[in-house]
């Protein structure tokens, strides 16, 4: 039995996630389906299995209104993670040639010039001041970079994306104003990319491939062509600076970690992987009940939302030997981190492969680092560090 205390309105954003791993020690222990009442009100599902079962069960659990919980600054559905089958189908079909593991690869070599580069840059700083904001000069800039490129964003317009992210994302359980008017300026700049591809002036990446797509053989509407881009913007940008500074973020207070790292890059990948499972970018995501069912005894009735608690899942221990621990050689590691079922993360071996060589080439040009003062855990926020002066 847990000695943490069940939360009485459970949350997953914000100062919340300062202890939301003692949170989840004690819903699994004590109460593993439950409500709060925030955000108008939901159920919670943290079990490991209960989660797979309902992202395979899309006759039970809708996407609709949306899987973000609260909204990302509009009320559009974001097209396709907010759409349920059959419709889902089509829409997802389009982006899949865009993410395969082949497609990926493609890019590689940009990536690993990328990361170099950025981790010569700290390096250099480290010259001029004894510490260094590393989510600031390498976990932003870098998925910013890769991914701006693939979807076809301008560079120039790359130094004004880290305040979208921070207003839509970061602000809308807070400001939901601040937030909503930064979702409005993000439509009119997808709207401009949109205008400039159709005008012939600006159409590549996937941004330009969409503008030529079709769905059910018809070209996509305009409003389909804005949320495809918001989404695109928001998930491409924000999860895997999270999950770089995150695992930097670990890094720094476990230098046993380091040096086994160092001495053995090649297993950089199983350690990502950890990374994912622990300390994850998207800790939960919303469905809306479409009948009444039944979860652990528990009622929920149609039309109720459920939020499945991926990050939950991610350490029952019914699942994983010593759950809470991050063990950077744990191997055979099935976690939660990009979903499951129809709508799995369709940019995870983007994602994974941005983390993995970010962190290869960190560790490779910066020596031995430690956390310069107290930081969370989560988020994108700053992540100061200092050399110990060790290798």
Not at 273 to 299: H, I, N, Y
Request: with cysteine.
């Amino acid at each position: 039995m847990s000695d943490r205390t069940v939360p009485q309105d459970f949350d997953f954003h914000g100062k919340a996630l300062d202890t939301i791993f003692d949170d989840y020690e004690a819903m699994l222990a004590e109460k593993p389906v439950g409500h709060s009442s925030k955000y108008g009100g939901f159920w919670y599902i943290s079990k490991s299995d209960d989660i797979f079962e309902a992202e395979q069960d899309p006759d039970t659990w809708s996407v609709g209104p949306s899987m973000i919980l609260p909204g990302f600054g509009t009320e559009m559905p974001l097209i396709p993670i907010d759409i349920d089958p059959p419709t889902h189908a089509g829409f997802r079909k389009l982006l899949l040639p865009m993410f395969t593991p082949m497609a990926i690869n493609k890019l590689e070599p940009g990536m690993h010039a990328t990361a170099e580069e950025l981790a010569a840059e700290v390096k250099q700083a480290f010259e001029a001041d004894g510490v260094v904001d590393v989510s600031h000069r390498f976990a932003r800039p870098y998925p910013t970079i890769i991914f701006s490129r693939l979807a076809g964003y301008p560079e120039a317009d790359w130094p004004m994306f880290d305040q979208w992210i921070d207003d839509i994302i970061y602000e809308r359980t807070k400001s939901p104003e601040t937030a909503n008017k930064a979702g409005d300026d993000l439509v009119a700049y997808v709207q401009r990319l949109i205008d400039d591809g159709r005008a012939g002036t600006a159409q590549h990446g996937i941004m330009g491939d969409l503008l030529d797509a079709k769905v059910d053989g018809r070209p996509l509407t305009n409003d389909e062509l804005i949320s495809y881009g918001y989404l695109l913007f928001l998930a491409g940008l924000d999860t895997t600076a999270w999950a770089i500074r995150s695992s930097l973020w670990y890094l720094a207070g476990n230098l046993e970690a380091q040096r086994l790292l160092r001495a053995e890059p090649d297993r950089v990948p199983d350690a990502a992987e950890e990374f994912l499972r622990t300390l994850s970018p998207v800790q939960a995501m919303a469905r809306t009940a479409k009948k009444d069912t039944t979860v652990r005894g528990q009622e929920i009735q149609a039309g109720e939302r459920v939020v499945l608690v991926f990050g939950a899942g991610n350490r029952d221990p019914e699942v994983y030997d010593k759950p809470n621990d991050i063990d950077i050689t744990r191997e055979n590691n099935r976690h939660l981190a990009f979903g499951g079922g129809i709508h799995r993360c369709l940019g995870s071996n983007l994602g994974r492969k941005e983390l993995v060589i970010s962190l290869q080439h960190f560790l490779a040009t910066i020596p031995e680092f430690e956390l310069a003062e107290d930081e969370p855990w989560h988020g994108v926020g700053s992540l100061r560090i200092r050399l110990t002066g060790g290798e």
